[in-house]
T-cell receptor, first 117, second 116 residues
Framework: AQSVAQPEDQVNVAEGNPLTVKCTYSVSGNPYLFWYVQYPNRGLQFLLK??????LVKGSYGFEAEFNKSQTSFHLKKPSALVSDSALYFCAVSPGRWPGNTGKLIFGQGTTLQVKP | GAVVSQHPSRVICKSGTSVKIECRSLDFQATTMFWYRQFPKQSLMLMAT?????????EQGVEKDKFLINHASLTLSTLTVTSAHPEDSSFYICSAPWTVRRNEQFFGPGTRLTVL
């Protein structure tokens, strides 16, 4: 079965410190990988994606993610966390290539990032 | 970038009534839209795929007669929660793949449904 796992319900970091939010996936073929952020009572905002090419992907707001095919992981990282980064983060995978994959997204459980001053 | 809107953003209704939620792609056409449901502090669960001009495709376990989906135009999909009950209270989010870069989806801001 295709799935995405975010093993941590919550990640706590101090402002200015680096942060990592973990994501692993189990999908057949070559998936497309995404990170989204959600603020309270809001929809999802796109952060970054991996389709092909360099394993290190840079996205919005200083975030980046590293695709590791052997470990089937796509961890989200930021060198220096801000209090305003505090939100709910979702990893998602779209199996296969459009249009064959129909565009469906499989989401992880979500990880709450708490950045303290 | 592409924008997807939802209306209403928040709705409170009595048990037994029906509620319609609209999802619009504002600056692009969307032949496909997706409807998700999100419970508090939980992930998004795909409910159905809305297809313009044809029937929606529902995920396993989602009641078709309960959650009616209509995709009447290239920019509008509607989700109607029929005979709503308190257990239908949730955050409903729609999304649409962007036709320019189809591997990117844009999400609406969500609709908070509370059934009393």
């Amino acid at each position: 079965a295709q799935s995405v796992a975010q093993p941590e319900d919550q990640v706590n970091v101090a402002e200015g410190n680096p942060l990592t939010v973990k994501c692993t996936y189990s999908v057949s073929g070559n998936p497309y990988l995404f990170w989204y952020v959600q603020y309270p009572n809001r929809g999802l905002q796109f952060l970054l994606k991996y389709i092909t090419g360099d394993n290190l992907v840079k996205g919005s707001y200083g975030f980046e993610a590293e695709f590791n095919k052997s470990q089937t992981s796509f961890h989200l990282k930021k060198p220096s966390a801000l209090v305003s980064d505090s939100a709910l983060y979702f990893c998602a995978v779209s199996p296969g290539r459009w249009p064959g994959n129909t565009g469906k997204l499989i989401f992880g459980q979500g990880t709450t990032l708490q950045v303290k001053p | 970038g592409a924008v997807v809107s939802q209306h209403p953003s928040r709705v409170i209704c009595k048990s037994g009534t029906s509620v319609k939620i609209e999802c619009r792609s504002l600056d692009f056409q969307a032949t496909t839209m997706f409807w998700y449901r999100q419970f508090p502090k939980q992930s998004l669960m795909l409910m159905a795929t809305s297809n313009e001009g044809s029937k929606a495709t529902y995920e396993q376990g989602v009641e078709k007669d309960k959650f009616l989906i209509n995709h009447a135009s290239l920019t509008l999909s509607t989700l109607t929660v029929t005979s709503a009950h308190p257990e239908d209270s949730s955050f409903y989010i729609c999304s649409a793949p962007w036709t320019v870069r189809r591997n990117e989806q844009f999400f609406g801001p969500g609709t908070r449904l509370t059934v009393l």
